[in-house]
């Protein structure tokens, strides 16, 4: 018989309509409100989305059956009810990032904070309906590719001595960190009933991953680097790229639809190597209209060209689309990107600094030297591809509307303006900083870099930007998750405040995004 391994997962949802995913122990037919999919099979994993059409009225409690026996609910646990986003458009989004997956224990909550995606999960198991999100955006380290937790390195010594020793190498070892990830009780039901949509960063694959061609080149020197960006990509199709496209995009993708034919796991390691080599082959980026709002997901890892000298965070093809997306009609932009727009001043002209002396400006010793630093201080935000960092500026401001750019990665939050631009950054859910970490962190990207960084950037007669903006709250270093409230445009940002066993949401800080001057 059947078992669910994760899941369900509430994914797209829109006015009329609503796909759930799930992993299965066995292939099988999965029904969900009479709407049955078959799984189809991928490296010894099973899996399916439930396409739920033409609905006319939020679901007060579905039920999950594999092969017509019942495995959703649990006994005893919350329902999971599918709210649909109204015609008008969401009201509430909640957003952040950067979550590992450790147990809960004191150990572990002196070491990485409380999960405050879990406790997230337990207030809205308690919460009046006006509090719940009709939309999660999780905007990348879903998972950790490159430092499992202890408990998973467990599971990969056991299986292999091969390298990475300490790294995910292979799907299945993949399809494990994600179970790990996903299957925590009170995560699981938070994820069968608030619909998401994600975009991966870095660690999702390997930390830097694509900050330059000298980083790319040394990769693929390694025994085992194209095996695991293989399925590293892969692993991310199935896992999270599926659910963010609606049922009629599914319904068109070639590869899906191969997979479903029993194409298996020749054909998705084949499509996630294209995806690699060939960029412009695939395109992870994708947008959604939720009323008057216009949500897009971008792609600012895999997408980037890394031609020195000419460097852009996204491709010709993939800028095409950012602009076609950014015209189109909307009372305001909703900007998913897993690396901050704006950063800091000082830290934006170091970066600048940077990727001139890596492509030559001082000559070749000082740009050896200078891509040993980029790689070394994490040098590879929008900041570190001054072209697109312009180009994106010039594109904002002809836009002339409200843009909120959703953002992460850097393991403290904050809220940065330019004129109608703002940057909301909240990361992490779950991996703070060290309090020493902390400290250098505020010195250096608030004080030193503050300092130094226009100095650096004028002597390497770099243009200044074509946008003026400033911090205006923050940092805020604890592991947090943000809410953005629309139409009117505030957010705020919670932590956990932990009750033993069972933590709980306190509100770090709110911003009326409009009057924060």
Known sequence: MSELVIGPMLRYV??????????????????????????????????????????????????VLLDDTEVWPLAGAEPSRIRLI?????????????RTSVPHDAAHVRTHGEDVLRAFGNHLAFAADEEWPDLLLLLGDQVYADSPSPEMLEYIQARRDTEPQKEIADFE??????????????????????????????????????????????????????????????????????????????????????????GGAEALDAFAERADAEPSSNRWSYSRELGDTRLIMVDTRCARDLTPGNRRMLDAGEWAWLEEQVRAPSARLVIGSSIPYMLPEGVHHVQNWSEALCDGKWG??????????????????????????????????????????????????????????????????????????????????????????????????????????????????????????????????????????????????????????
């Not at 399809?175 to 999702?204: C, G």
């Not at 194209?226 to 896992?239: C, S």
Request: proline share 6%; glycine share 4%; hydrophobic share 40%.
């Open 14 to 63: 829109d006015s009329a309509s609503a796909s759930i995913w799930v992993e299965t122990s066995q292939p099988c037919q999965v029904t969900i409100e009479g709407r049955t999919s078959p799984t189809f099979t991928v490296h010894g994993h099973h899996y399916a989305v439930v396409d739920l059409l033409d609905l006319t009225e939020d679901v007060a409690s579905y039920s």
């Open 86 to 98: 109204p015609p008008e458009g969401v009201k509430r989004m909640a957003f952040g990032s950067c």
């Open 173 to 262: 070892e993949y399809a494990e960190l994600y179970r790990r990830a996903w299957t925590d009780p009170e995560i699981r039901w938070l994820l069968s009933t608030v619909p998401t949509a994600m975009i991966f960063d870095d660690h999702d694959l390997r930390d830097d991953w694509n900050t330059s061609m000298t980083w790319r080149r040394k990769m693929a020197k390694t025994s085992w680097w194209k095996r695991r960006v293989i399925a590293g990509l892969g692993a991310y199709w199935v896992y999270q790229h599926l659910g963010n496209l609606s049922p009629a995009e599914r319904a068109s993708d070639p590869l899906l639809a191969e997979l479903v034919k029993g």
């Open 364 to 517: 070749r010793t000082v740009a050896r030297l200078s891509e040993a630093f980029r790689q070394a201080f994490d040098l590879e935000h929008w900041a570190a591809f001054r072209r697109s960092f312009d180009a994106m500026a010039h594109l904002l401001k002809e836009a002339d509307k409200p843009v909120m750019i959703l953002s992460g990665d850097v393991h403290f939050s904050y809220v940065a303006r330019a004129g109608k631009i703002f940057q909301l950054v909240c990361s992490p859910i779950r991996n703070p900083l060290s309090r020493t970490l902390r400290l250098a962190n505020v010195f250096t990207q608030f004080g030193l870099a503050t300092l130094v960084g226009s100095f650096l950037a004028r002597l390497a007669r770099i243009p200044r930007p074509p946008l003026k903006w400033r911090v205006t709250r923050g940092p805020w270093f604890q592991n947090a998750i943000a809410v953005l409230r629309l139409p009117d445009e505030v957010s705020w940002w919670e932590a956990s405040s932990a009750e033993p066993g069972k933590p709980m949401l306190n509100r770090i800080e709110s911003v009326q995004l409009t009057h924060d001057e």
